[in-house]
C-alpha cells in the first residue's frame, strides 16, 4: 500500500492513512448506498472547503457555481489567506484522491469543479504534473456535460497546463479548440480568458508578436466586459510583450495604467506581475537601481501570497541588474536560490540557465580579480 501511495510512513515506524483512502476502505464493507453516501459526504468536504480556500488565495477569480454539500458534510472555515494555503498544502493528496472517485463514480460536474478549484495553489506552488492530470480528467468529464463554457474552460486550463510543462503543440491545439468554443457560443469572457493564456503559450514558442496579438484581443476583449482587474493584466501583458519586443516607453505606459488599476481594486497577485514587468522594463533602459527595487517588491509580493513558482522566476531577473550594477555578492545570492527552486520544481531548462549564469559570473570575478 506505500508503493501505492495509499499509505505515508511516518517518524518511529508508523503509517499514515488519507482521510479519503480510510474513507473508502470503510465504506467497501457497507452497503452500496451506505458506501455511496459516506463517499459523498467526504468527496464534498474537500470540494467545500477547497472552494472557499481557493476563494481566498485568489479573490478576484471566477467562482464556479456550487451545489450545497450533501447532508451530513460539514466543510472546515477558513479565516484567512494563509490558513487557506496551508490547508491545501496539507489536504493537496486528498483533493486529488477526491477527483479520483468523483471521476470513478461518474460525477462529471464534481471532477470539473475539483480541477478549478486546485487550479490557483496548483499554479503558485508549482504542481505542473498534477495540474496536466486533473484538467485531462476535466477535459473528458466536460464532454459529458451540457454546458459548452465548461467544455472552453476545460480546453483552455488543459492548454495552460500543457504550456507550463512547455508542451506547446498540445497546448496551441486545446487553447485554439477552447477559443472555437468560445466563439462558436459567443462567449466573450472566455474568449478574453483563452487569448490571454495564448500569450504564454507563444511567449514559450519564442514568438513574442503572436503573443502581442493575442495580449491585445484580451485588452479590448475585458475593456468591452468592463472586468478592470482583468483588464489590468491584460494591460500588463501587452506591456510585457511590448518590452520583450523592445519598445520600452510604450510598454512602461501600459504597466503603470496595469499598476494602477490593480492598486485601486487590490490585487495584489497582478500587482507582483506588473511590478515584475517593470523591473524588467528598468533594467533594458540601463535604469538599473529601479529594476532592483522593482524586483525586490515582487518578490516580496510573491514570498507573501506564497507563489513559490514565480519566485524563482523574480530571483532569476533580479541578479541581471546587480550584475549590471557590479554587486556580484547579490548577484549569486539571487541565482543560487533561483537555481535551488528550479531544480527543487524539476524545471530543468530554467537550472540550465541559471547555472550559465553563475559559472559566467564566476569566470568574470575571479578574472576581474586576478587583474
Known amino acids: 500500500m506505500e508503493d501505492g501511495s495509499l499509505l505515508d ?4 515506524g508508523r503509517y499514515w492513512m488519507h482521510d479519503l ?14 458506501r455511496r453516501a459516506a463517499l459523498d459526504r467526504v468527496v464534498d468536504f474537500y470540494r467545500h472547503t477547497a472552494h472557499a480556500a481557493d476563494h481566498l488565495l485568489y479573490p478576484h477569480r471566477p467562482l464556479l457555481p456550487l451545489d450545497p454539500p450533501v447532508p451530513g458534510s460539514r466543510p472546515q472555515p477558513l479565516p484567512d489567506h494563509a490558513t487557506a494555503l496551508a490547508w491545501m498544502d496539507t489536504h493537496h493528496p486528498h483533493l486529488l484522491a477526491a477527483q479520483h472517485i468523483a471521476v470513478r463514480d461518474h460525477r462529471h460536474q464534481a471532477v470539473s469543479h475539483l480541477a478549478w478549484i486546485l487550479a490557483t495553489f496548483h499554479q503558485r506552488r508549482g504542481h505542473r504534473h498534477d495540474d496536466l492530470a486533473v484538467w485531462r480528467a476535466a477535459t473528458d468529464a466536460a464532454a459529458h456535460l451540457p454546458d459548452p463554457t465548461t467544455r472552453a474552460l476545460a480546453h483552455r486550463r488543459l492548454g495552460r497546463a500543457h504550456a507550463a510543462l512547455g508542451q506547446h503543440e498540445q497546448a496551441i491545439g486545446h487553447l485554439r479548440r477552447a477559443l472555437a468554443l468560445a466563439e462558436h457560443h459567443q462567449d466573450a469572457t472566455q474568449q478574453a480568458h483563452t487569448h490571454l493564456i495564448l500569450t504564454l503559450a507563444w511567449e514559450q514558442r519564442g514568438n513574442d508578436c503572436r503573443a502581442l496579438g493575442h495580449a491585445h484581443c484580451a485588452l479590448d476583449l475585458f475593456r468591452s466586459l468592463d472586468q478592470p482587474v482583468w483588464e489590468a493584466r491584460a494591460l500588463n501583458a501587452v506591456g510585457w510583450y511590448t518590452a520583450r519586443l523592445g519598445y520600452h516607453h510604450t510598454a512602461r505606459e501600459h504597466c503603470r495604467a496595469a499598476l ?11 500587482e507582483a506581475n506588473t511590478v515584475d514587468s517593470l523591473g ?6 540601463g535604469r538599473h537601481h529601479q529594476a532592483v527595487r522593482h524586483y525586490q517588491q515582487a518578490l516580496a509580493s510573491r514570498r507573501a501570497l506564497g507563489d513559490t513558482t514565480q519566485v524563482p522566476d523574480t530571483l532569476d531577473r533580479l541578479g541581471h541588474p546587480y550584475t549590471a550594477l557590479g554587486h556580484h555578492e547579490p548577484a549569486r545570492a539571487a541565482w543560487q536560490e533561483a537555481l535551488e527552486l528550479y531544480r527543487q520544481q524539476g524545471r530543468d531548462t530554467d537550472a540550465e540557465r541559471v547555472q550559465r549564469q553563475l559559472n559566467h559570473l564566476d569566470n568574470t570575478t575571479t578574472t576581474s580579480g586576478s587583474t
Open 9 to 12: 510512513r511516518r517518524p518511529h
Open 21 to 34: 483512502v480510510r474513507a473508502y476502505s470503510a465504506a467497501t464493507a457497507l452497503p452500496e448506498p451506505v
Open 260 to 270: 494602477a488599476l490593480h492598486h485601486r481594486h487590490h490585487d495584489p497577485g497582478g
Open 280 to 285: 524588467y522594463i528598468d533594467h533594458h533602459t
